[in-house]
Nanobody, 125 residues
Framework: QVQLVESGGGLVQAGDSLRLSCVVS????????VGWFRQATGKEREFVAH????????YYTDSVRGRFTVSRDNAKNTVDLQMNSLKPEDTAVYYC??????????????????WGQGTQVTVSS
């Protein structure tokens, strides 16, 4: 099993920055990709970004590319999501997730086996 715990959410104003962190524990040898997803009220959970646990390569959805940066610290078993120039439409519950597969665009929820409990990000206008 793999356990994930997110932190760092909060209420910010448009244009502000926020950094989310995801601690990965348990059978980390099963971790190949760590992704960030978000779910706004009344909407489906959508892909935001992912990072290859070993190689460090990254991929972003178009709406956040250039504003968000995903990084990992293998020594601390953490994956962070630095979010800059936040917009009201970024408001959502953010989840980190682990996949036991790797690929260039790991964007589908069903490819991820383990999920954190989520952290709320609210961006006011």
């Amino acid at each position: 099993q793999v356990q994930l715990v997110e932190s760092g959410g909060g209420l910010v104003q448009a244009g502000d920055s926020l950094r989310l962190s995801c601690v990965v524990s348990g059978r980390t040898f099963r971790v190949y990709t760590v992704g960030w997803f978000r779910q706004a009220t009344g909407k489906e959970r959508e892909f935001v970004a992912h990072i290859d646990w070993n190689i460090g390569s990254t991929y972003y959805t178009d709406s956040v590319r250039g504003r968000f940066t995903v990084s990992r610290d293998n020594a601390k078993n953490t994956v962070d999501l630095q979010m800059n120039s936040l917009k009201p439409e970024d408001t959502a519950v953010y989840y980190c997730a682990v996949s036991q597969a790797r690929g260039m665009a790991m964007t589908r929820r069903e490819w991820y086996s383990y999920w954190g409990q989520g952290t709320q990000v609210t961006v006011s206008s």
